[in-house]
């Protein structure tokens, strides 16, 4: 059956992207989150909003440019009037219900208006000291054109009164904001009255502008921001050294073309058509904002702030006593049985041990590790670095293209090779997506393989923040399969297909349509017929219709997407069988599940854990993993922790509409991501 005769519209990725960001801003609304967690997810929105316009905004852009796309102009226009309506709410969230409540809490943000004597001397003494010895004023002429503004970067645009000192009556100019300033600065406590007082970056530039000019009077100003494609664009054909060509490419990203403006909403017309003339934008890309153009930076406010009530209670992942006994070798645990991990609800700790253990073991002889996200610091990455050192096999297949972490990724490549690691970088054309890791040890005259598989990156910090799930084994068949995974990673060569690893691009989409086609049968036949997918997006076409053939068919499909989802739910006759919640909580929902039952026998079910969301670039163009969890404990386990409790979500879970809208189920009551924290603390 094909998409066609179901005669299914699917949704607008784009569109879905931006719903998401509309739930994760409703967080900033609900009054029984922390007023300071309130502010934060305001700041997450425009993070991922900053995404949106560098990555999917910019390609949308392209593909309206090219005859053959079914990318229109009407399709821009209606992407970009959503983008600004949700950042004018966005706006009107902060201004009219976050900085009424912080300044109940005595915490409050001093425009220049608002403070007394004493506090603008101090302002004025800090600019001085610390911010008017990095302004480099620019007056433009034709000797000093308009000049290279970053992604991303702050600066000031003014409008000056009479002549410059040469007579010449160039009267605009623009005014850099180095990053290397801090965006808040918390006053002295003396100078608070007795509440936790800051000025903005932007207003301590703004109350001294005209000193930047002497002798002018500044007529008009705004501070503005560009957003530019950051795509890194790289012919890994066309190169010899993928390494070296992204490090120059990163040097040029943050020049890309301009595909957003932001102003102040008290920007003058004049200023902002010169703006969008000199970075080539239609008016349409003119953002005008209430408030700084950058919210995101309103986190230092966070983390300046001394108040642990209004945040969040402090979240402890447990250590889990029950499968890995700390007293116990992680290997001697594993080779009883396999472990699943749960993060943030239990700790990321072990994986970490068990790398340790590794490392110190001198029974080891290898180590293979894949790279995605491990951040600009990693207690794993020195781990690996130590194995080098220790003249153990270190291999680390490290994905350079890993977006907005390509430099950090950049050097720990480097800083592997410097002590005698392995380094590979994937596969041409492929990202490396998969989450690996594979130790090879000796035991007595033979060697025995363990391995970690896992749904998120090897990274502490996002274990502490993103539910993930963790696979630690040492069984024969998967370990096998890991180490030809790393073997194909390396020689490029031909393999055997996995035993019971699903390997992506070769067959995992295939696997997940075989069993989307194997319930859709038993649904036919009047067999159970059940699915339930946990995923962070939906959009591959093929999976859709293969969901939409079920569910047609009569199956029942839960599906758990935390982002974009292109697939319309609750269409009669088609997809009425289909309901898709997501979930938006104190923590990033981020495992990948797939649950099928086509019968009534525990033979009649499969249960996956994957690295891969269902997007088409994830089946075709990234290397990535599924497997199987057999042991029937396990996968009882997976499903009670990682998939019911979210079916039966009323606080912070929403249901799609048909027509691509998001509303709350439920009034409160049941949180599956507070009931697992509790669940876990009690065990």
């Known amino acids: 059956m094909t998409l066609n005769t179901l005669a299914v519209t699917l949704l607008s990725r784009e569109q879905a992207i931006l719903e998401f960001n509309r739930r994760v801003l409703a967080q900033a609304q609900r009054p029984d989150v922390p007023l300071l967690e309130r502010l934060r997810y305001v700041c997450i929105v425009s993070s991922n909003?900053?995404?949106?316009?560098?990555?999917?905004?910019?390609?949308?852009?392209?593909?309206?440019?090219?005859?053959?796309?079914?990318?229109?102009?009407?399709?821009?226009e209606r992407v970009g009037r959503a983008a600004h309506s949700l950042i004018?709410?966005?706006?009107?969230?902060?201004?009219?219900?976050?900085?009424?409540?912080?300044?109940?809490?005595?915490?409050?943000?001093?425009?220049?208006?608002d403070r007394n004597e004493a506090q603008r001397q101090w302002v004025a003494k800090f600019f001085e000291r610390e911010v008017r010895p990095l302004l480099v004023p620019v007056g433009l002429d034709p000797a000093h054109p308009f000049p290279q503004v970053a992604n991303k970067s702050l600066h000031f645009i003014a409008r000056l009164s009479g002549k410059d000192a040469f007579g010449r009556d160039n009267r605009i100019a623009i005014v850099k904001v180095p990053r290397v300033l801090p965006r808040v600065i918390k006053l002295p406590a003396m100078l608070s009255e007795g509440q936790q007082a800051f000025v903005l970056l932007t207003s301590v530039v703004r109350a001294h502008l005209e000193e930047l000019f002497s002798g002018r009077k500044v007529e008009a100003f705004s501070q503005f921001r560009v957003t530019r494609d950051s795509e890194l664009e790289v012919d890994e054909e066309e190169i010899a050294n993928l390494r070296h060509a992204l490090r120059s490419g990163l040097t040029t990203r943050n020049y890309g073309?301009?595909?957003?403006?932001?102003?102040?909403?008290?920007?003058?017309?004049?200023?902002?058509?010169?703006?969008?003339?000199?970075?080539?934008?239609?008016?349409?890309?003119?953002?005008?904002?209430?408030?700084p153009v950058n919210l995101v930076r309103l986190n230092e406010l966070i983390d300046q702030t001394d108040a642990p009530e209004l945040r969040f209670v402090p979240h402890e992942p447990v250590w889990p006593e029950a499968s890995l006994p700390r007293q116990k070798s992680i290997f001697e645990c594993i080779r009883k049985g396999d472990v699943l991990l749960h993060h943030p609800f239990e700790s990321f700790d072990p994986v970490v041990q068990f790398l340790r253990e590794a490392v110190e073991d001198p029974a080891v002889m290898a180590i293979k590790l894949t790279i995605y996200r491990t951040g600009s610091k990693s207690v794993l990455m020195d781990l690996l670095i130590e194995a080098a050192r220790r003249g153990k096999e270190v291999m680390a297949v490290v994905e350079l293209k890993a977006r907005f972490d390509e430099e950090a990724n950049i050097n720990w490549a480097e800083r592997l090779e410097a002590v005698g690691a392995q380094v590979v970088y994937g596969i041409v054309g492929f990202k490396t997506h998969g989450k690996l890791m594979l130790i090879t040890r000796r035991e007595g005259n033979r060697f025995k393989r363990y391995a970690h598989l896992s749904t998120g990156n090897?990274?502490?910090?996002?274990?502490?923040l993103y539910t993930d799930l963790g696979y630690l084994t040492a069984d024969p068949d998967l370990t096998a399969d890991a180490d030809s995974v790393f073997r194909q990673l390396a020689s490029l060569g031909k393999i055997k297909m996995p035993r019971r690893l699903l390997l992506a691009p070769f067959n995992l989409h295939s696997s997940m349509l075989e069993h989307l086609a194997r319930v859709e049968q038993a649904a036919r036949d009047?067999?159970?017929?059940?699915?339930?997918i946990k995923i962070n997006a939906l959009t591959d076409t093929e999976l859709i219709n293969g969901l939409l053939s079920a569910a047609k068919a009569g199956a029942k499909i839960d599906l758990i997407v935390r982002g974009a989802c292109m697939l319309p739910p609750g269409l009669p006759g088609v997809s009425d069988n289909i309901v898709v919640r997501s979930v938006v909580g104190r923590f990033l929902e981020h495992t990948r599940i797939a649950y099928f039952r086509w019968g009534r026998t525990e033979a009649d079910e499969a249960l996956f854990l994957s690295s891969a969301d269902w997007m088409s670039r994830n089946m075709f163009r990234r290397i990535e993993i599924a497997w199987p969890v057999q042991d029937a404990k396990l996968r009882q386990r997976v499903i009670d922790e990682a998939l019911q409790p979210y079916l039966h979500d009323t606080l912070d879970a929403w249901q799609l509409g048909p027509d691509g809208r998001s509303s709350r189920v439920g009034n409160g009551g049941i949180s599956a991501q507070q009931a697992l924290?509790?669940?876990?603390?009690?065990?």
């Open 677 to 683: 924290v509790q669940r876990f603390l009690e065990n």
């Open 49 to 76: 909003l900053d995404e949106f316009f560098e990555v999917r905004f910019a390609d949308m852009l392209d593909a309206a440019r090219d005859p053959q796309s079914s990318i229109s102009n009407r399709d821009i």
């Open 458 to 464: 090897y990274n502490p910090k996002t274990a502490l």
């Open 257 to 291: 073309r301009a595909v957003r403006l932001e102003v102040t909403n008290s920007c003058p017309a004049e200023l902002a058509d010169f703006l969008l003339e000199q970075f080539e934008l239609p008016a349409a890309a003119l953002y005008r904002v209430n408030g």
């Open 88 to 113: 004018d709410e966005q706006y009107a969230i902060f201004n009219e219900h976050l900085a009424p409540k912080m300044l109940a809490e005595k915490i409050v943000i001093l425009n220049h208006a």
């Open 526 to 532: 009047g067999r159970p017929a059940r699915i339930v």
